[in-house]
């Protein structure tokens, strides 16, 4: 019974981290305060009302409408919201109830903060890109996970150096080096490896479809990265059938 009030305590955080993360989805692209001002309808730029916003229940109680304005209230935060909670969820199920969870958490919300926005606007913001990383280094080990950080983003700004010269134009930005980061940082090595292949792989069908318009690599190295943390001693056994057989 314990455990299932803590796993609902912390799904509950989760979907109320999910709301704040709505927050900087809408605002950080757009140079906006995530402080100020108070939350308004995008329409008819009503402020709402704190029972407006309680996050899943609001929207289904109001039917997904403006309390004022009757317009629609974009799915995308419920869905926002509910992720969030099973991200944090799933890795109170992982961890347990231990000191570096809800740092880990973090750095998971910020990757799927980022996720949300590299879908919608094709960019990477450093504000938010550099809190997944500074929460990722916040381990039990944190030389280790400073280490494996340093090492994953310096190699990978190595390669698209190296990219860039031989194609003559920039092959990598530095939002991905920043993202290899918070990789290394959650993974370690050889598990770094085991998400970047994955992440090439999840890419790979979409890339295909829409390679006109360009498909952003940032959402698939974050998906990646959590089933990689998720499952690293199945990924770690994976590498090592895959090099010694």
Known sequence: ?????????????????????NVVIYR?????????????????????????????FSWLFLGGKCAFCKDPIAKQYPIVEFITGIIFFTLYLKLGLVWQLPFVAASFAALFALTMIDFKYMAVPDSVNFAALLFALIQPDFLHAAMYAALAAGGLYLIGLLSSLLAR???????????????GALLGFPNFFVAIFLSAILAMIPAIIWRDKGVPFVPFLALATFLVYLYDTEATQLLDRLIYG
Do not use: R
Request: proline share 6%; net charge positive.
């Open 1 to 21: 019974m314990t455990g299932i009030f803590i796993g609902s305590m912390v799904f509950i955080l989760g979907i109320l981290i999910g709301s704040f993360l």
């Open 28 to 56: 950080i692209p757009k140079n906006e305060s995530i402080a100020f001002p108070a939350s308004k309808c995008q329409s008819c730029q009503t402020p709402l009302k704190w029972y407006h916003n309680i996050p899943i």
């Open 169 to 183: 134009k920039q092959a990598m930005g530095g939002a991905d080096v920043i993202v290899a980061g918070t990789m």
